[in-house]
């Protein structure tokens, strides 16, 4: 399924074939990267790479952490740990995401190996013997209070350029204006470790000389940029830079976690990250092949692509290169670069520092598919300007793209196909021997090829979403197509015909398998598993030697004959509702949302712990059978009206938003289980609720808790001050579904049913007799280690 190939058989440059180098900027190590990461560069590379292997390139797509370096050494401060631990902690948090999102690396890798260091120090000696690097001594903010040196991202203060005077600007760069800074620039800066005032101090550094590579420089760029069709907000940020000069720029810092310096005078120092990142790219190439220069001195036979967002262009076309022209070795040098502007958040940007959007982990949390997530932002890939995220419009394409157009053409192909003989095709694609001299499928065969030399044009200069809007287009013709031909009309009245537009129509379902695949694999692999193809195959559209004339007899692409599988729906609807759930749960930064999720789960265990429960009769003060004086408050229900049944928990799993929550799904002797939200954790372990027999109360009005809506509730008991909590446990015998009986009880017990919501309050039930009031099962009282079961209180609001 256009995979890439298996670790233990790394690809190399083939002579004649087209060999495509990849990267995406490495995603720093410190923080969860944000839906505008995703798609400002592992996203969007990793949809070329698709393509690449869809066009039978020899491609390979490398990417890692980026570990070293300032922002590191202030994480591990915050979570008091070493550099190493936190690396650890937020490599496996990037590479389970991008796992999720689909992302098709052939290595993915970090910046913290042997093969860092030894690449990293070999290019800075070749910069030594050839005199391009320069020692200088350079004030740097020194906090008298921390005794050290302050590397730039240990410094925040207000941004010193015009007009922008943003208040909390780094010391490297500043994040509203994107200047790139030095710490000493900056107005009333502070330590952002004790947020002393620093003050400046002397300190000896080693400086690369741009300056002098300029010329070298220079010509690569005016090159380069147009053989590689740089994209334009890449070029202006480039001339931007070589416009206002280039200076010398500082490659040491004073820290401990990086490359070392390999050199005697600056030996306590180690590589400044801008100069010590790039090179990743070569050292993760390493990781994966012991051959890597094959690939990165391999100037003839191998295109280096590189993607990353407009914030990182001048340390990939100017920095970078300098470095590498520096050495005076072939380097593979970038040919094209692939830039994005930002995808900002409903009313305002993406920020890691601030956690403010949706995050890749929130992402998957949200269960909606990583295929719609692809898809909703390769549609709004911010390729010329900032786009903007938003849930309603997520919905909206979804919905109206996903859903109504693409799902729909393929699920109406497939569904009638699959009917029985009379009605159908009994699922296997009929022949169909005079297409090409059918006029409706002559005119759309025109049609689709075009539109497929449209997304090879668009796909070929990295016009991504260009490309993905070309071939939902072709969805669209196809929508068109089964339309016009009124097939259902054809079966029975021109049976030739239908069975043409059929296997015309299931033909372009696998062309849109194939044009799709690079944007939504997971969807691609679904449509071949319904077209009883196997998973492995490799999608193409192109004949052996790369012509996508085929692409123009749709009738040709899948043999008449074959059974395909079981067609289901491809997509699923977002509600109104869930939008405005996600808009509200995402709102704010993740601190924020972090203390209101706090603040609900503080409000429960209160609710909980001021909840009355009910005692001896005397204080349930309960009224004799038959008493005329017997009324039922408006607060108070009758015990006789509570639905309570066996039922045995399918499925539990804790909630994702919620740690004192479990998500149950149980059955109650319906035709579908029921989902129970349960306040449990703290009492009762995961392993001991799986496949259990509960007492379920089924009336009660469904509850929204934390984000997930609960059609019931799980009866518990517990002692007098809620230390203990057990669930209570019907015999062995008891039947699924049936429904729980009462009667009255004399004794003492401890234990007594409690309801945990939020939403309920305890009130006296009416229980009509001088004896306490007892669940039972077939007469026999439902028992605990606390004893046995009285019934709690319900607020009649509550039961439905």
Not at 8 to 22: C, D, E, F, S, W
């Amino acid at each position: 399924m256009a995979n890439p190939p298996a670790k233990n058989a790394p690809k190399l440059p083939v002579p004649g074939r087209r060999n495509i180098l990849i990267t995406s900027a490495l995603p720093y190590v410190n923080n969860v990267p944000h839906l505008g990461n995703i798609i400002g560069s592992v996203l969007s590379a990793d949809v070329f790479a698709r393509y690449c292997r869809l066009r039978g390139y020899n491609a390979i797509y490398i990417c890692g952490t980026d570990e070293y370096g300032t922002a590191t050494e202030t994480k591990a401060m915050e979570e008091n740990c070493s550099p190493k631990e936190i690396c650890d902690k937020y490599h496996a948090i990037h590479r389970d995401i991008y796992k999720w999102f689909d992302i098709s690396f052939d290595e993915f890798g970090r910046t913290s190996t042997p093969q860092q260091t030894e690449v990293c120090q070999s290019i800075f000696h070749k910069l030594m013997e050839n005199n391009w690097l320069s020692e200088n001594t350079m004030q740097q903010l020194y906090c008298d209070t921390c005794k050290r040196f302050l590397a730039d991202r240990l410094v925040e203060g207000t941004c010193p350029t015009l007009d922008c005077n943003y208040e909390s600007a780094r010391g490297d760069q500043c994040e509203k204006c994107g200047k790139l800074l030095n710490p000493t620039e900056l107005k009333d800066p502070k330590c952002k470790v004790c947020r002393a005032t620093p003050r400046i101090r002397d300190t000896d550094h080693l400086f690369l000389e741009l300056p002098l590579l300029r010329d070298k420089l220079e010509e690569y760029i005016n090159n380069m940029s147009v053989a590689g069709s740089w994209s334009q907000n890449a070029i202006q940020a480039t001339h931007a830079w070589l416009k206002e000069g280039l200076k010398p720029r500082c490659i040491t810092r004073d820290l401990k976690w990086g490359v070392p310096v390999p050199h005697e005078k600056y030996k306590d120092k180690v590589f400044y990250v801008w100069f010590d990142a790039p090179i990743g790219y070569i050292s993760i190439t390493a990781c994966y092949t012991m051959d890597w220069e094959k690939w990165w001195k391999n100037p003839e036979n191998v295109e280096l692509y590189q993607f990353m967002g407009k914030d990182n262009v001048p340390f990939h076309t100017v920095m970078f290169p300098s470095t590498l022209l520096g050495t005076s070795e072939r380097w593979t040098m970038m040919k094209t670069i692939s830039v994005t502007e930002y995808l900002n958040y409903e009313s305002g940007k993406f920020s890691k520092s601030k956690g403010t959007g949706v995050f890749g982990n929130d992402a998957k949390d949200t269960k909606i598919p990583a295929e719609v997530w692809r898809y909703y932002l390769l549609t709004n890939r911010p390729e010329a300007s900032d786009t903007l995220f938003m849930w309603a419009d997520l919905q909206a394409k979804l919905n109206s793209e996903l859903l109504n157009n693409l799902g729909n053409f393929i699920n109406r192909v497939l569904s009638f196909i699959a009917k029985p003989p009379g009605a159908g095709y009994d699922s296997v694609i009929p022949d169909a021997p005079d297409a090409e001299s059918h006029q409706l499928t002559k005119s759309l065969a025109e049609k689709v090829g075009k539109l497929v030399d449209q997304y090879l044009e668009a796909m070929e200069k990295v016009k991504l979403k260009q490309g993905l809007k070309t071939a939902m287009n072709i969805s669209s013709e196809g929508n068109a197509y089964l339309q016009e031909s009124q097939f259902w009309k054809l079966y029975k009245e021109d049976p030739s015909s239908c069975a043409i537009v059929m296997k015309t129509s299931v033909g372009l379902v696998y062309l849109l398998a194939s044009l799709l695949e690079p944007f939504m694999p997971s969807f691609s692999v679904e449509v071949l598993r319904q077209l009883n193809i196997a998973p492995e195959t490799h999608l193409s559209f192109c004949d052996e030697k790369g012509e996508t004339e085929k692409a123009k007899k749709l009738w040709a692409f899948l043999s008449s004959g074959h059974k395909i599988g079981k067609p289901e729906p491809l997509f699923k609807e977002l509600k109104d509702e869930d939008v405005e759930f996600f808009r509200v749960k995402f709102a704010g930064s993740q601190a924020d949302r972090k203390e209101r999720a706090e603040a609900d789960e503080k409000k429960i265990a209160e609710q909980l712990k001021r909840t009355k429960i009910a005692g001896n009769a005397k204080k349930q003060q309960a009224k004799p059978v038959g008493s005329s004086k017997s009324k039922v408050s408006e607060t108070e229900i009758s015990i006789s009206k509570l639905d309570i049944r066996v039922g045995l928990i399918k499925k539990v799993q804790k909630h994702p938003d919620a740690d004192s929550l479990y998500v149950e799904e149980i059955d109650v002797g319906e035709d579908s289980t029921r989902t129970v939200v349960s306040g449990l954790v703290k009492y009762i372990p995961l392993e001991e609720m799986q496949n259990r027999k509960v007492l379920v109360l089924c009336n009660l009005k469904p509850a929204t808790m934390r984000g997930i809506k609960s059609h019931a509730m799980v009866l518990a008991a517990s002692n007098e001050d809620h230390s203990k909590v057990e669930l209570v446990d019907p015999p062995e015998s008891a039947v699924v579904g049936e429904r729980v009986s009462f009667r009255g009880y004399s004794g003492e017990p401890d234990g007594i049913l409690n309801a945990k919501s939020k939403v309920w309050e305890k009130v006296q039930a009416d229980l009509h007799t001088d004896a306490e009031l007892v669940a039972c099962y077939k007469d026999v009282p439902f028992t605990t280690s606390a004893g046995v079961c009285k019934v709690l209180s319900i607020a009649s609001g509550a039961i439905r």
